[in-house]
Nanobody, 115 residues
Framework: QVQVAESGGGLVQPGGSLRLSCAASGNHWSINAMGWYRQAPGKQRELVARITRDESTNYADSVKGRFTVARDNAKNTMYLQMNSLRPEDTAVYYC?????????WGQGTQVTVSS
């Protein structure tokens, strides 16, 4: 069984920064890729950033240059550094972990960007 837990969300003013963390635990094979997704009210869940085991990354166009994804394979942990936050970044942010052919979601962490 694999557990995925996000942390680091909160309320921040426009232009501010937050750092999200995602930790995977339990008995499992090596993690292939990890990704951050977000879902705003009334909208579909969308990919924000993804990082593979060899640290190849891809980002949504809307966050390029502002967000940076990183991972620590030894700790089975992924991070999302979010800078220059905008009100439209407000959403629940979810972590997705890919192990072999299966995927595991976290419960999500709320990020609110507002003055």
């Amino acid at each position: 069984q694999v557990q995925v837990a996000e942390s680091g969300g909160g309320l921040v003013q426009p232009g501010g920064s937050l750092r999200l963390s995602c930790a995977a635990s339990g008995n499992h094979w090596s993690i292939n890729a990890m990704g951050w997704y977000r879902q705003a009210p009334g909208k579909q869940r969308e990919l924000v950033a993804r990082i593979t085991r060899d640290e190849s990354t891809n980002y949504a166009d809307s966050v390029k240059g502002r967000f940076t994804v990183a991972r620590d394979n030894a700790k089975n942990t992924m991070y999302l550094q979010m800078n220059s936050l905008r009100p439209e970044d407000t959403a629940v942010y979810y972590c997705l972990v890919e192990i072999l052919t299966r995927t595991y979601w976290g419960q999500g962490t709320q990020v609110t960007v507002s003055s």
